[in-house]
């Protein structure tokens, strides 16, 4: 039996405390069943702990807790090409237009199977398929096939890895952290966020440690592997009798039934796939708003686009206070004490599109139970889901999932994070929220410290829909961006967010691995993907 993504994400942590001396006896009883019970999870951890002692300078890589040392803050980029006329003659006209873009914009209907959505195909040049058609920015599904009978096409994993396949191939996409080779050539290259994707074939499994490698397979029970750049962790599976070999850059292999030999032609194969490649890709444009919160006190956290005020949509603190600035990730940062929470109108927020939301947040190690309500919610309506909330919290059921982790919750389920948030430090938080449609369920990706923590939905009870009275109080918070504060079907409740946030990104549509890192490391999404206001 294989391994789901959340699985493999919460062995991960465990064999990272293992190699750190840091297993609490929750910990240790946790892996002990895991091992006991799934031989799946005893090669895991038997891979993972023989890695680490050959390459401990990549185990650090693996643990998702926030560098302490960022590069400075990059200047804000100037809005657009009309960026002086906005920004200084009509700001609340460039934030009316973008509040009703936001609004107006139809939601994008991804063609998948209804479900998991784990991929994307991000670029291709002169691409046929065998069955479907499938074009540049369609989400692919888990376990689902591509079968290529010419061109290139580039697929990127939610992880972060890219995987190019060079036609005629055959490829299944069997999660967001690996895949299948069935024949074909595919050039892979993983940042370090995804370190662990693997890509198998029944000769080999490579397990890629933050690199770029080329795969060969011919169909009939042979590989060849080539590494570009870093280092990969190749496994037999041919074989039974033969040991992991770890292949560093310009080494190779040949994997077969027979053993593993020497790659024939290496230097002109090496020469060939570490040549660029032209391909043309998908890229959609963005509208996103930004709250820094570096405000030195008030009771108005201002709101820009593209570092042009944006005052429309101004987050209100209440009750208002000069209280609750501290020192932030970058500047300051509001601190929510269990009594002030936020509030920002954002037309367009509630309906049926695709959103991001990224931001920093600190929740103190001592933090309470009662002090898990939401740290970012807002009201959805949905013909699915109904008129209730959709609410980002860190998690404070351990019979559910790791106590401290990141969580989103609506209507019908939860996705659930692996990685504790409840430690004191700076985290920076990314969650997809993509509501239910006619094509495909709810799809939610959670990325904490730009590593993919989770994207499979556990299901919960649908309740009744609400009385009148109580879609009434909720469709006055439509469009509506709330901090630090929980919202129940009949309105605003009591329960009260303890702990920090800091620079809140709202993008229009689902981010990209590479553009979620982006906000993590420059505080900024890069400029060519950013829309210009007409």
């Not at 449609?437 to 993919?452: E, I, K, M, N």
Request: contains cysteine.
């Amino acid at each position: 039996m294989s391994l789901t993504d959340r699985e493999i994400l919460e062995l991960n942590e465990l064999c990272g405390a293992v190699v750190d001396g840091t297993l609490t006896d929750a910990q240790r009883a946790r892996l002990s069943t895991w091992i006991g019970g799934s031989e799946a999870a005893r090669r895991f951890y038997v891979r993972a702990l023989g890695q680490s002692a050959s390459l401990h300078t990549y185990a650090a890589e693996l643990h998702t807790e926030a560098p302490d040392l960022l590069p400075p803050p990059m200047r804000r980029q100037k809005f657009f090409r009309l960026a002086l006329w906005w920004g200084t003659v009509l700001p609340a006209a460039a934030a009316l237009v973008l509040g009703l873009w936001f609004a107006n914009r139809p939601a994008i209907v991804e063609a998948a199977p209804a479900h998991d959505l784990v991929a994307r195909l991000s670029g291709s040049k002169n691409a046929q398929w065998s069955t479907g058609a499938f074009l540049a920015g369609d989400r692919i599904g888990r376990n689902q096939r591509l079968e290529l009978t010419a061109g290139l096409a580039e697929i990127t994993f939610d992880s972060g890895a890219r995987v190019v396949l060079e036609g005629p191939a055959s490829l299944d996409v069997n999660s967001a952290w690996d895949g299948t080779l069935r024949h074909g050539t595919l050039k892979a290259s993983v940042p370090p966020e995804a370190i662990g994707f693997r890509i198998s074939n029944p000769a080999v499994e490579v397990v890629d440690l933050g690199t770029e490698f080329t795969m060969i397979a011919d169909g009939q029970g042979a590989a060849e592997v080539l590494v570009l750049k870093g280092e990969v962790e190749a496994a037999p599976r041919a074989t039974a009798d033969q040991d992991t070999i770890l292949l560093h850059e310009n080494e190779s292999r040949r994997f077969a039934s027979s053993g593993v030999s020497d790659v024939s032609d290496r230097d002109k194969k090496f020469a060939l796939f570490n040549q660029p490649l032209a391909l043309d890709r998908f890229s959609p444009t963005i509208n996103c708003i930004h709250w820094s919160f570096d405000e030195e006190g008030g009771a108005v956290a201002h709101a820009d686009v593209r570092g042009t005020p944006a005052d429309a949509f101004d987050a209100k603190l209440e009750p208002g206070t000069a209280a609750v600035r501290t020192n932030g990730r970058r500047s300051h940062a509001l601190r929510f004490d269990g009594q002030v929470f936020a509030r920002a109108a954002l037309p367009g927020l509630s309906g049926p599109a695709t959103h991001t939301i990224a931001f920093w947040v600190k929740i103190p190690e001592e933090a309470q139970l009662s002090d898990a309500y939401s740290m970012v919610t807002w009201g959805l309506q949905s013909k699915k889901l109904g008129n209730r909330h959709v609410g980002i919290n860190w998690n404070k059921d351990p019979a559910q999932g790791p106590l401290g982790a990141l969580r989103t919750d609506f209507r019908g389920g939860w996705a659930m994070g692996t990685t504790s948030l409840r430690d004191g430090h700076w985290h920076h938080v990314t969650v997809v929220f993509a509501p239910a449609s006619d094509v495909a369920p709810v799809q939610v990706r959670q990325y904490v410290d730009g590593r993919l923590e989770s994207s499979t939905i556990t299901p919960d009870t649908m309740h009744a829909t609400a009385r009148a009275a109580d879609r009434e109080a909720m469709a006055a918070l439509t469009d509506v961006l709330w901090l630090g504060c929980r919202l129940g079907i009949d309105g605003l409740r009591k329960g009260r967010f303890r702990g920090e946030i800091d620079e809140l990104f709202i993008a229009d549509r689902g981010l990209e691995p590479t553009e979620i890192v982006s906000l993590m490391t420059d505080n900024r999404l890069p400029a060519s993907a950013l829309a210009a206001v007409p």
